[in-house]
Structure formats: structure tokens, C-alpha cells
């Protein structure tokens, strides 16, 4: 599957993540965001999805608010993951492994209406 | 991890893990699945009759829209006969509901239903806006939650409708159930666990003031909160998402965290939660949960807890309105040690069950706000007291109001008059901007109306 869209980059894995049900607010309003994450973190692990909510954190989430993302070194209780539309429950959650051209989709229970 | 074929139709590949039993569907059955249970919950409880009419409480929020989306394909589905409009409330704060009322709007368009916003300024005077002008900047939802709570209910006596019904779903019970629990107020755990709480009286035709009495349900009561979004997600519904500028009440939000921690570590948790619930109240003197809380004399008074501002964010509180709340918490106090002594004197409660307050009321020291509290609690404090077990359930007395309480006059009426009395500081506005009639019946009061484009895809 990723072969073919484009060669990849060998350092890179090309992703697209999604905010939704007011978790945009958080991320600069913005709803996507395609990202290219490195295959590898600093200890040679593959890029896994708890590497992905670090990566965010540090590089993409501005409002200080960072504890209504993540909480005790996880996504907030309450915020849904769905990796290529599934739940992360059915994937590893944090561990699932980043694969090429993944949409990752964050949606926030949380917010009212 | 190779991809899990669905627990049911065994084809597809999975795609939702449900909560409740950790079993694991594919997009469509699980969509089935959740349908299928709303309309049990539905026959179950017996909530609605043929040819009744029903207005959804409608936010643009994922909780009533799924339950607008649901609604109108079990009608279809099952031919529940019913005729369902739509009703919001505009609070009046400028800005906020912008966004979310253009989606009730498509909303409306997209099921077919009959719209109608009503306004705080046409319900009570205020707007959210000129309330806090009024008491001060920064606050909660106290008077939002109040006036909130009572809206539905004005907007669809307005309507001719006798029933509405609203999106709370299993999170919003199990949140209350555990916030009453943590206060040990068994007797508003009983009323907020029901599935119909106000209901029509046979009282209300002897008062002229009354209006009829509208009956609420909750339709998603069982559902979770996970699957409602999922199902919103799937089914690529429109809804919005905002964080109420006012903030909720801390306890609340504390309250929503400790759910959804739950959840992560034992999915099941929040329905546990709610049938415990379900299960205490059956426990709580001169609740008839039996009779699904239809029956006169069980009338569930219409000042129960209802969900917040749905923002799980604790904001800053402060000025007016925190001490607003404060008093609101002191006479809940007042009137819960009452009523725990009620109880236990009351000859049904079990020794175990209430071992918490086992004390003759002569006990002065540690029961001291057992004698005279009730007179504390209705001697010219701002906010009145809930209904103690031996109160009798009667209408406020404002004209036009009628709302069901056990006070002279109602919370919402009670609010209002404060506001008035300082009117003076307030000029007397124009407060909305439009009211459309458009062909198909359909009435906007727009208020405070700024059309905006919505984000929502
Ligand atoms: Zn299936
Ligand atoms: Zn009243």
C-alpha cells in the first residue's frame, strides 16, 4: 500500500492526522494536517502512535492547554483515537506502528454542544 | 496486527470496539446494533405513544443530533407514528450559539423537521450576555444551568408539545450518579436515574397559572457517550463542538475526568454505574421507579441536575456568580441533612443503607441544621431549596410560569426577580434581531443572530 502512492522517503513516514469534536480548537483550528513523522525515534524504535502524540505535542499542539490532549503520559480519557478509521483499541493503541500514508483521527468526546 | 473480522457478520473487517462488552463490529452492525438498542430502550420503558408529538431538544451538539438522526429512522424503521419537531434554546451570549444553531438549522433541513429557536430574552428577559453584564464577567453556569433547565420546557409548552425529549446519554447518568453519591443525596440520584422525569398532573388543570406539564426522557440513557460520536462519525452527521465561554461547575468537570478514567481501565464501568444508580434509587424512599415515574405523586420536581455546559474544561470562577453557587451549595446542604434524617427515620430505610446519618434529630451537635433548616433555607436566601421528602410538589406561582416546584416560586422566577431588582443599572435592549416565518412552518426567532459559516465538514 505505501510502495506505490510514492517512493517513500526513507526517514520520513507520510501521514495525515485529523482533529475533531473541538479537539481543533486545541490545534490551531486546524481539522488536518499532513505531517511526515520520522520513521525512527532517537532510540532506533519505529514510529509508533505514542511517538506521534509526543511529536504532536511538541510541534503542533500551541495552546497551552496541553493536559486537555494528553494526560499522564496519554491521550486524555475521553478523546477517541481511530487509526485508517478503526479503533486504536483494535490496533495496539500506542503501540501500533506508523505505516505509510495512515490517517490517524483524534475526536474529542468532551466537548458539548 | 492482521485486521479482525467483525464479531457479528464475521465479513467485514471490525472497526468499533464496543464499551460495553468489549465485543468488536464492523461499521454497519455495529451501526444496527446501536439503533436496535435505542428502540429497546424506546419499547422497553414504553417512552412515546402513536401520534404523539415530541420535541427534540436540539443543540447542534453530537448528543442530540445523533438522537434527532436515531429518532427519525426508528420512526421510519418502526412506524412509531410520532411527529417530531425540533426546539433550541438560545442562551443570548454573543457569539457562542452562532455556530451551533446553524447546524440545528441544516439539521433541520437535512431530517425534515420543524425548527424553533427560542430565545433566554423572550423566555425569562435576559440573555446570558446581559446576566452577566448584570452580576459580573467572570462566573459558572449557574443561572445558564437554571434558566437551561426550564427552556425545554417553557419552549415546548409554547410549542403545544407535552413531551420533550433530550440527548443525555450513559456518561451525563453516570456523571450524576456519582456526583449525588459523593454528596449523599440518594433521593436526587433516585430522580436524575429515571428515564421520564416531569410529567403530566392532574394538579395542573386546578391552578390557572399552570401550563401543562411536560414530560422529559432520555432516549440514549444507555448509551455510551464513545458510541455516539462513533455513530456520529460513521454516519457522517453534522454536528458542532464548543467549549461554553461560561465555565461549568468544577465538581462537574472533576466528576467527568474520574468517568472517563473509568472507562479506560473498565469500559463496562459506565453502564455499571448507571444500572447501580437505577438500582439505589429503587432503594430510596417514596421513589416509585416502578411505575417509570409516571405515576401522581412521584412527579420528579423540575430542578434536578442536568448536565453543564458540556466542557469538561474547570474555568475560572469568581465575583457574583461563584458566590451564586456557593449559596446554591449551601441550602443543598441545608437541605440534604434533612432529608438524610428523613430517611432514616422513615421506617423502610434499612439500617446499612443510610449508616452514614444514624442520629436522633435531638442530637444538636452534629445534626445542628436539622430543626431549623428548613426555615434557613426559605428565609429570603437567593436561590430556594429543593424539595424535601415531605413537601408537597406545586407550581410557581409567577403568572405565565407554572413550572413545577416545591417553593412558592420557582428557581428560574427566583433568579429573574434578582435580575430585575437591579434593572436599573441595565437599560432595557433590543434584544433579538429577527424572527423568520418561512413556508413550511417553520419559526426562527433568530436572536443575537449572527450568521457565521460553520466549520463542521
Ligand atoms: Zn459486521
Ligand atoms: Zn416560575
Given at each position: 500500500?505505501?510502495?506505490?502512492?510514492?517512493?517513500?522517503?526513507?526517514?520520513?513516514?507520510?501521514?495525515?492526522?485529523?482533529?475533531?469534536?473541538?479537539?481543533?480548537m486545541?490545534?490551531?483550528?486546524?481539522r488536518?494536517?499532513?505531517?511526515s513523522?520520522?520513521?525512527?525515534?532517537?532510540?532506533?524504535?519505529?514510529a509508533?502512535?505514542?511517538?506521534?502524540?509526543?511529536?504532536?505535542?511538541?510541534?503542533?499542539?500551541?495552546?497551552?492547554?496541553k493536559?486537555?490532549?494528553?494526560?499522564?503520559?496519554?491521550?486524555?480519557p475521553?478523546?477517541?483515537?481511530?487509526?485508517?478509521?478503526?479503533?486504536?483499541?483494535?490496533?495496539?493503541e500506542?503501540?501500533?506502528e506508523?505505516?505509510?500514508?495512515?490517517?490517524?483521527?483524534?475526536v474529542?468526546?468532551?466537548?458539548?454542544? | 496486527m492482521p485486521?479482525s473480522?467483525?464479531?457479528?457478520?464475521?465479513?467485514?473487517?471490525?472497526?468499533?470496539?464496543?464499551?460495553?462488552?468489549?465485543?468488536?463490529?464492523?461499521?454497519?452492525?455495529?451501526?444496527?446494533?446501536?439503533?436496535?438498542?435505542?428502540?429497546?430502550?424506546?419499547?422497553?420503558?414504553?417512552l412515546?405513544?402513536?401520534?404523539?408529538?415530541i420535541?427534540?431538544?436540539?443543540?447542534?451538539?453530537k448528543?442530540?443530533?445523533?438522537?434527532a438522526?436515531?429518532?427519525?429512522?426508528l420512526n421510519?424503521?418502526?412506524?412509531?407514528?410520532l411527529?417530531?419537531?425540533?426546539?433550541?434554546?438560545?442562551?443570548?451570549?454573543?457569539?457562542y450559539?452562532?455556530?451551533?444553531?446553524?447546524t440545528?438549522?441544516r439539521n433541520?433541513?437535512?431530517?425534515?423537521?420543524?425548527l424553533?429557536?427560542?430565545?433566554?430574552?423572550?423566555?425569562?428577559?435576559?440573555?446570558?450576555?446581559?446576566?452577566?453584564?448584570?452580576?459580573?464577567?467572570?462566573g459558572?453556569?449557574?443561572?445558564?444551568?437554571?434558566f437551561?433547565r426550564?427552556?425545554?420546557?417553557?419552549?415546548?409548552?409554547?410549542?403545544?408539545?407535552?413531551?420533550?425529549?433530550t440527548?443525555?446519554?450513559?456518561?451525563d447518568i453516570?456523571?450524576?450518579?456519582l456526583m449525588?453519591?459523593?454528596?449523599?443525596d440518594?433521593?436526587?440520584?433516585?430522580?436524575t436515574?429515571?428515564i421520564?422525569?416531569?410529567?403530566?398532573?392532574?394538579v395542573?388543570?386546578t391552578?390557572?397559572?399552570s401550563?401543562?406539564?411536560?414530560?422529559r426522557s432520555?432516549?440514549?440513557?444507555y448509551?455510551y457517550?464513545?458510541?455516539?460520536?462513533?455513530y456520529?462519525?460513521?454516519?457522517?452527521?453534522?454536528?458542532?463542538?464548543?467549549?461554553c465561554?461560561?465555565?461549568p461547575?468544577?465538581?462537574?468537570?472533576?466528576?467527568?475526568?474520574?468517568?472517563?478514567?473509568?472507562?479506560?481501565?473498565?469500559?463496562?464501568?459506565i453502564?455499571?454505574?448507571?444500572?447501580?444508580?437505577?438500582?439505589m434509587a429503587k432503594?430510596v424512599?417514596?421513589n416509585e421507579?416502578?411505575?417509570g415515574?409516571?405515576?401522581?405523586?412521584?412527579?420528579?420536581?423540575?430542578?434536578?441536575?442536568?448536565?453543564?455546559?458540556?466542557?469538561?474544561?474547570?474555568?475560572?470562577?469568581?465575583?457574583?456568580?461563584?458566590k451564586?453557587?456557593?449559596?446554591l451549595?449551601?441550602?443543598?446542604?441545608?437541605?440534604?441533612?434533612?432529608?438524610?434524617?428523613?430517611?432514616?427515620?422513615s421506617?423502610?430505610?434499612?439500617?446499612?443503607m443510610?449508616?452514614a446519618v444514624?442520629?436522633p434529630?435531638?442530637?444538636?451537635?452534629?445534626?445542628n441544621n436539622?430543626n431549623?433548616?428548613?426555615?434557613?433555607a426559605?428565609?429570603?436566601q437567593?436561590?430556594?431549596?429543593r424539595?424535601?421528602?415531605?413537601?408537597?410538589?406545586?407550581?410557581?406561582?409567577?403568572?405565565?410560569?407554572?413550572?413545577?416546584?416545591?417553593?412558592?416560586?420557582?428557581q428560574?422566577?427566583?433568579?429573574?426577580e434578582?435580575?430585575?431588582?437591579?434593572?436599573?443599572?441595565?437599560?432595557?435592549?433590543?434584544?433579538?434581531?429577527?424572527?423568520?416565518?418561512?413556508?413550511?412552518?417553520?419559526?426562527l426567532?433568530?436572536?443575537?443572530?449572527?450568521?457565521?459559516s460553520?466549520?463542521?465538514?
Amino acid at each position: 500500500m505505501s510502495a506505490e502512492v510514492e517512493e517513500a522517503s526513507p526517514e520520513y513516514v507520510p501521514i495525515t492526522v485529523e482533529f475533531s469534536g473541538g479537539l481543533e480548537m486545541l490545534f490551531s483550528n486546524e481539522r488536518k494536517l499532513s505531517l511526515s513523522i520520522p520513521r525512527r525515534d532517537k532510540d532506533g524504535q519505529k514510529a509508533n502512535v505514542a511517538f506521534l502524540i509526543d511529536y504532536l505535542c511538541q510541534d503542533c499542539l500551541k495552546d497551552p492547554r496541553k493536559d486537555l490532549f494528553v494526560l499522564d503520559g496519554s491521550v486524555r480519557p475521553g478523546i477517541l483515537v481511530l487509526i485508517n478509521d478503526a479503533d486504536w483499541e483494535l490496533e495496539g493503541e500506542e503501540k501500533y506502528e506508523l505505516q505509510d500514508n495512515d490517517n490517524i483521527l483524534f475526536v474529542s468526546t468532551l466537548h458539548g454542544g | 496486527m492482521p485486521p479482525s473480522p467483525c464479531h457479528h457478520c464475521k465479513t467485514q473487517s471490525a472497526k468499533i470496539r464496543r464499551p460495553k462488552d468489549g465485543s468488536k463490529l464492523c461499521v454497519s452492525c455495529f451501526t444496527t446494533a446501536f439503533e436496535t438498542e435505542i428502540h429497546h430502550t424506546i419499547t422497553a420503558s414504553s417512552l412515546f405513544q402513536r401520534g404523539e408529538r415530541i420535541a427534540i431538544g436540539a443543540s447542534g451538539g453530537k448528543d442530540s443530533t445523533v438522537l434527532a438522526s436515531v429518532l427519525k429512522t426508528l420512526n421510519e424503521r418502526h412506524d412509531y407514528g410520532l411527529d417530531l419537531v425540533l426546539l433550541s434554546i438560545d442562551e443570548g451570549i454573543r457569539g457562542y450559539r452562532d455556530d451551533s444553531l446553524e447546524t440545528v438549522k441544516r439539521n433541520a433541513v437535512q431530517y425534515g423537521m420543524p425548527l424553533t429557536i427560542l430565545g433566554y430574552d423572550e423566555l425569562y428577559g435576559w440573555t446570558m450576555d446581559q446576566v452577566v453584564e448584570q452580576v459580573g464577567k467572570k462566573g459558572n453556569c449557574t443561572y445558564c444551568g437554571v434558566f437551561r433547565r426550564q427552556a425545554l420546557d417553557r419552549g415546548a409548552a409554547r410549542l403545544g408539545v407535552r413531551h420533550v425529549v433530550t440527548g443525555h446519554n450513559a456518561d451525563d447518568i453516570a456523571e450524576t450518579v456519582l456526583m449525588n453519591l459523593l454528596r449523599g443525596d440518594l433521593p436526587r440520584l433516585a430522580r436524575t436515574t429515571s428515564i421520564v422525569t416531569s410529567t403530566p398532573s392532574a394538579v395542573a388543570s386546578t391552578d390557572p397559572n399552570s401550563r401543562p406539564h411536560i414530560k422529559r426522557s432520555k432516549p440514549l440513557k444507555y448509551a455510551y457517550e464513545k458510541e455516539i460520536v462513533l455513530y456520529a462519525h460513521h454516519k457522517k452527521l453534522d454536528y458542532f463542538s464548543t467549549e461554553c465561554i461560561y465555565s461549568p461547575e468544577a465538581f462537574r468537570g472533576t466528576a467527568r475526568s474520574l468517568i472517563k478514567s473509568l472507562e479506560r481501565t473498565r469500559p463496562s464501568a459506565i453502564l455499571d454505574i448507571v444500572r447501580s444508580g437505577e438500582d439505589m434509587a429503587k432503594l430510596v424512599p417514596g421513589n416509585e421507579e416502578g411505575c417509570g415515574g409516571v405515576c401522581q405523586g412521584s412527579v420528579a420536581v423540575a430542578e434536578e441536575e442536568e448536565g453543564g455546559c458540556g466542557s469538561s474544561k474547570p474555568g475560572a470562577t469568581g465575583g457574583y456568580m461563584e458566590k451564586m453557587e456557593e449559596q446554591l451549595t449551601l441550602d443543598r446542604e441545608a437541605v440534604e441533612k434533612e432529608l438524610e434524617v428523613e430517611i432514616t427515620s422513615s421506617s423502610c430505610a434499612s439500617p446499612g443503607m443510610n449508616g452514614a446519618v444514624p442520629l436522633p434529630k435531638s442530637d444538636k451537635k452534629t445534626n445542628n441544621n436539622t430543626n431549623n433548616n428548613h426555615k434557613k433555607a426559605s428565609k429570603g436566601q437567593l436561590l430556594p431549596s429543593r424539595r424535601t421528602g415531605k413537601q408537597v410538589v406545586g407550581f410557581c406561582k409567577r403568572p405565565g410560569c407554572g413550572a413545577m416546584t416545591s417553593q412558592e416560586i420557582c428557581q428560574a422566577c427566583q433568579l429573574v426577580e434578582q435580575l430585575n431588582k437591579n434593572r436599573p443599572k441595565h437599560a432595557v435592549e433590543v434584544v433579538y434581531e429577527g424572527e423568520e416565518k418561512r413556508d413550511d412552518g417553520m419559526l426562527l426567532h433568530v436572536t443575537n443572530g449572527i450568521a457565521k459559516s460553520v466549520l463542521v465538514d
